[in-house]
């Protein structure tokens, strides 16, 4: 059994670029969840996606945006990179959205100059 | 809003001591409960979990955990600690309006030879 994998690792933007994460869910996990880890801090939920499509969202900007693939693998999308955007993101995976237990990724670190 | 308070950002503990990391949340629907461990440089591992039945949770390593709901409270033990157990420790709250997961500021564990 595969766990959840990110790419890339580790990552250096300048502020106003884009930037794509990727993550592979575990499998027999339809659900993803992305979760932002900024430096001495516990992780902030950003979005969850079930099934391809958003499935909830926390308190983030419309330039942080995802998407699922139809083989349950994730993408999470930021625009307009900000300074405060550095940060470790946390890809996790699940079963169906429930008290399931949520499955982690190493994550990737992002840097923003 | 629901919210998770750790109370403590560092717990310094000699070796073999048992130690206590504090974990209270406040929400006014039904949760469920999680303590994760981040070892540096990784991603979140899950050590143990409360989602109903007997409030007394055993986990991995050794560590266990109570939930007490008139007391809003989670807090993780350990009877005995070791040098491997130096990481961050994470409280997280799930609720099933929307199975977003509510975390905590961290504590560190930090073992003293």
């Known amino acids: 059994e595969t766990g959840v994998t990110q790419s890339p690792t580790h990552l250096i933007k300048t502020r106003g670029q884009q930037v794509t994460l990727r993550c592979s869910s575990q499998?027999?996990?339809?659900?993803v969840s992305w979760y932002q880890q900024a430096l001495g801090q516990g992780p902030q939920f950003i979005f969850q996606y079930y099934r391809e499509e958003e499935n909830g969202r926390g308190n983030f900007p419309p330039r942080f945006s995802g998407l699922q693939f139809p083989n349950y693998s994730s993408e999470l999308n930021v625009n307009a990179l900000e300074l405060d955007d550095s940060a470790l993101y946390l890809c996790?995976?699940?079963?169906?959205?429930?008290?399931?237990?949520?499955?982690f990724g190493p994550g990737t670190r992002l840097l923003v100059l | 809003a629901q919210s998770v308070t750790q109370l403590d950002s560092q717990v310094p503990v000699f070796e073999e001591a048992p130690v206590e990391l504090r974990c209270n949340y406040s929400?006014?629907?039904?949760?469920?409960l999680f303590w994760y461990v981040q070892y540096p440089n990784q991603g979140l591992q899950l050590l143990l979990k409360?989602?109903?039945?007997s409030t007394l949770v055993k986990g991995i390593n050794g560590f266990e955990a109570e939930f007490n709901k008139s007391q809003t409270s989670f807090h993780l033990r350990k009877p005995s600690v070791h040098i491997s157990d130096t990481a961050e420790y994470f409280c997280?709250?799930?609720?099933?309006?929307?199975?977003?997961?509510?975390w905590g500021a961290g504590t560190k564990l930090i073992i003293k030879p």
């Open positions: 997280a709250v799930g609720m099933d309006s929307n199975y977003q997961l509510i």
């Open positions: 499998s027999g996990h339809n659900t």
């Open positions: 929400s006014s629907v039904s949760v469920y």
């Open positions: 409360y989602l109903s039945g």
């Open positions: 996790a995976s699940s079963g169906d959205p429930s008290r399931e237990t949520q499955y």
